[in-house]
Nanobody, 123 residues
Framework: QVQLVESGGGLVQAGGSLRLSCAAS????????MGWFRQAPGKEREFVAA????????YYADSVKGRFTISRDNAKNTVYLQMNSLKPEDTAVYYC????????????????WGQGTQVTVSS
């Protein structure tokens, strides 16, 4: 069992930056691939980024490539999403997820989910 708690969301102007954090409980965190997803009002949840258990492989949605960076610190049981050059269309609730398979995360799935953190980008 893994429990995930996101933090770091907020209101930022277009062009600004935010760093989201997702703290995980459990001693097996380093065994899981981790991912970030988002859901805007009236839209389906979409994949944003994923990282393998070791941190050696990362994957991004085309819409965030070059602007967002996913990373993890297994010693701190935490995964991060650094978001730069934010746009109003990045406004959404951001969720982190854990899965044994990074491929499952990229495909939109996840075994464990956090409650989400709101990111609002003003124009």
């Amino acid at each position: 069992q893994v429990q995930l708690v996101e933090s770091g969301g907020g209101l930022v102007q277009a062009g600004g930056s935010l760093r989201l954090s997702c703290a995980a409980s459990g001693r097996t965190f380093s065994s899981y691939a981790m991912g970030w997803f988002r859901q805007a009002p009236g839209k389906e949840r979409e994949f944003v980024a994923a990282i393998s258990w070791s941190g050696g492989s990362t994957y991004y949605a085309d819409s965030v490539k070059g602007r967002f960076t996913i990373s993890r610190d297994n010693a701190k049981n935490t995964v991060y999403l650094q978001m730069n050059s934010l746009k109003p269309e990045d406004t959404a609730v951001y969720y982190c997820a854990a899965d044994w398979s990074v491929g499952s995360l990229v495909a939109g799935g996840g075994d464990y989910w956090g409650q989400g953190t709101q990111v609002t980008v003003s124009s």
